[in-house]
């Protein structure tokens, strides 16, 4: 598939209701996917043996698009206490660690936590979850950054069983 054609197929999908297309030919397949808020997410299988050296770069200009996956804080290999319990995402969203820029963190390293206590808010599709502590004990670590998107199951707070 020419890189113009699915120049064509984006701005197609823009102007349309379409939240997903498909397409497949031979070795070559091409998902583009478009959300509520009108973000694309292009994603292009192609088996590299296959192509061309001269289709290459308009392959790889059509995927930039991809958000990239954040990535993991190196801290939690080298946790500060080896019988440090992980607070994990239970969600796909934004990471925030107080209610408002203007309000104070809901915990901060050394603070004793206990479950039930707010650690932060995720915010999800405009909703905002708080996310509480599952267990008693102190916060060792913060692994995510102020207002950074967070995946699935990504390690958030390291804390230390009481």
Do not use: W
């Amino acid at each position: 598939m020419e890189f113009k054609q699915i120049q064509e197929l984006i701005k197609a999908i823009n102007k349309s209701n379409i939240s997903e297309l498909s397409v497949e030919e031979g070795d070559f397949k091409i998902t583009i996917k478009q959300q509520a808020s009108d973000t694309q997410f292009v994603t292009v299988h192609q088996p590299m043996q296959a192509m061309p050296m001269q289709q290459s770069a308009p392959q790889q200009a059509i995927s930039a698009p991809q958000p990239q996956a954040p990535s993991q804080a190196p801290a939690v290999a080298s946790a500060p206490a080896d019988n440090a319990t992980t607070i994990k995402s239970p969600m796909i969203g934004t990471f925030y660690r107080s209610s408002s820029p203007d309000k104070p963190l809901f915990v901060n390293v050394g603070d004793e936590v206990k479950p039930g206590d707010v650690l932060c808010i995720i915010e999800a599709m405009k909703l905002f979850n708080e996310i509480e502590c599952e267990v008693s004990g102190r916060i060792v670590k913060v692994l995510i950054d102020d207002a950074s998107p967070v995946e699935y199951d990504q390690p958030l707070f390291l804390v230390e069983p009481a």
